[in-house]
């Protein structure tokens, strides 16, 4: 098993492309898994600056074949040519993924390093792939613990005391354009995403009166009813427009407001700030050609992100590289489960032949309930050692050597040990079997049967 993962981001691509890419981001995962080819699993983080898709590769000589599946979805989806989804696409495999989806989860990859919105995007991603059916254990484990080391970096760092997100950054830059204050304004806002009950949150801590939603889903009476705010409806967009300080558009959808329905309005050249927070902009181009009107787009957020200090930044970085080690020291420990697992069911049936051919010959008389003991209490001492051996090699990286030995020794092929891995329990590292007790005096076996 190999962790790959392919990754478009606003500090490699535009965000056009992360846009294009995007296009039907849900059905990726379910479209990559055949239950044949190479995927095992997959997992699409998409948010509004970036389209990552982590997929699980069944074997190293999948890699390619996961990379090229992968982005044919990609391409056919989004309608875009292989060639460019290829290009755009920046491809990590192993602990390398492992590092980046923990240093995504925690905001160090963020246009507004330790933003809040990016964690919780994360765990609704590993909700919405175990929904589909699309989340392969390892990818569960994955996500679960970069979740978890989010939170560390949040408690444990000053990142997580300043409560910065790309939301934060984008009302404080309407802040420095218009001076009024919140509750002075008449603000819209488009959508009722996770973006939009982000930006209702902070406008009631800024104490923003005046809050209208608008939803060409029609979800808007919903989103507000446990947000605050008022819904806006088809006939009453215009005229809350008219009187709007400030929009924000978190919908992404297919319409974007044009300086045209500005007009229409008729509010004339009255001051506007228009926020575009959606990653396929909610506002034409041409707002940005009116004098009156002052565009934020995300572009803007990262360029007005503050810099945050060089010790809290390294502290978060060392807690996401701790947890990336431990976390691939806990799948070579898995990998070890998996190769004792099948060493274990290979030995067992050997034993229960040689258990046969004695009940066969003897019967379930003393003699042979002796020997049976006697055979079972050998196997235990004789896979201890190897039990042990397996785990030392796997916490130095070299599982690989483990499956070699028993096919060279056993006969267990590797397909062996990727049929134990999917069935094996998590086994606790000091779990090892323990060497066997000395063996009981003849007299006491003997007691031992006739009480039974």
């Known amino acids: 098993m190999v962790f790959v993962s392919l990754v478009a981001s606003h500090s490699d691509v535009d965000l056009e492309t992360v846009a294009r890419l995007s296009a039907g981001a849900s059905e990726v995962a379910s479209g990559a898994l055949d239950g044949?080819?190479?995927?095992?699993?997959?997992?699409?983080?998409?948010?509004?600056?970036?389209?990552e898709v982590y997929a699980e590769a069944r074997s190293e000589e999948d890699i390619e074949a996961t990379r090229s599946t992968v982005i044919s979805e990609i391409a056919e989806l989004s309608g875009l040519d292989e060639q460019v989804v290829s290009s755009a696409l920046t491809t990590l495999t192993g602990k390398d993924a492992v590092n980046h989806l923990f240093a995504v989860g925690a905001g160090l990859d963020s246009a507004v390093i330790g933003e809040r919105e990016i964690a919780g995007q994360v765990r609704r991603a590993l909700i919405e792939a175990q929904e589909s059916g699309t989340a392969s254990g390892p990818l569960v484990r994955l996500f679960q613990t970069a979740s978890r080391t989010a939170k560390d970096v949040g408690s444990r760092t000053a990142l997580g005391g300043r409560g910065l997100s790309i939301v934060s950054v984008a009302l404080d830059l309407a802040e420095d354009l218009r001076d009024d204050a919140w509750a002075e304004k008449n603000v819209v806002v488009f959508g009722t995403g996770a973006y939009a009950g982000a930006?209702?949150?902070?406008?009631?801590?800024?104490?923003?009166?005046?809050?209208f939603?608008?939803?060409?889903?029609?979800?808007?009476?919903?989103?507000?009813?446990?947000?605050?705010?008022?819904?806006?409806?088809?006939?009453?967009l215009a005229d809350a427009l008219r009187d709007a300080d400030v929009v924000i558009g978190c919908s992404g959808?297919?319409?974007?407001?044009?300086?045209?329905?500005?007009a229409e309005t008729g509010r004339g050249d009255a001051p506007l700030v228009a926020i575009d927070l959606a990653l396929t902009r909610d506002f034409d181009v041409s707002l940005e050609e009116l004098e009156h009107v002052d565009v934020v787009t995300l572009e803007s957020v990262r360029m007005a992100a503050p810099a945050e200090q060089a010790a809290a930044l390294e502290e978060a970085r060392e807690i996401v590289l701790t947890a990336a080690d431990e976390f691939a020291a806990e799948q070579r420990e898995r990998s070890a489960d998996a190769a004792i697992v099948a060493l274990r069911k290979h030995t067992q049936r050997v034993l229960e032949t040689e258990v046969e051919r004695v009940r066969a010959q003897h019967g379930c008389t003393a003699a042979a309930e002796e020997v049976e003991f006697a055979m079972r209490r050998m196997m235990r001492q004789l896979l201890h050692e190897p039990t042990v051996r397996a785990r030392e090699l796997a916490a130095q990286g070299r599982s690989d050597e483990v499956e070699t030995a028993l096919s060279n020794l056993f006969g267990i092929s590797t397909a062996d040990v990727a049929a134990a891995n999917k069935k094996a329990p998590r086994q606790k590292p000091q779990a090892a079997p323990a060497p066997a007790p000395a063996a009981m005096p003849d007299d006491a076996v003997h007691a031992r049967h006739r009480t039974a």
């Not at 190479?38 to 389209?51: D, E, H, I």
């Not at 930006?199 to 809050?211: D, E, K, P, Y």
């Not at 939603?213 to 009453?236: H, I, K, M």
């Not at 959808?253 to 044009?258: E, F, N, Q, R, W």
């Open 213 to 236: 939603v608008y939803s060409n889903s029609g979800r808007a009476s919903a989103f507000v009813a446990t947000r605050g705010g008022t819904a806006l409806t088809d006939e009453t």
């Open 253 to 262: 959808g297919d319409h974007k407001l044009t300086a045209g329905d500005l």
């Open 199 to 211: 930006t209702m949150s902070l406008l009631q801590q800024r104490h923003a009166g005046n809050v």
């Open 36 to 51: 044949t080819g190479p995927v095992s699993g997959a997992v699409v983080l998409a948010t509004c600056n970036r389209y």
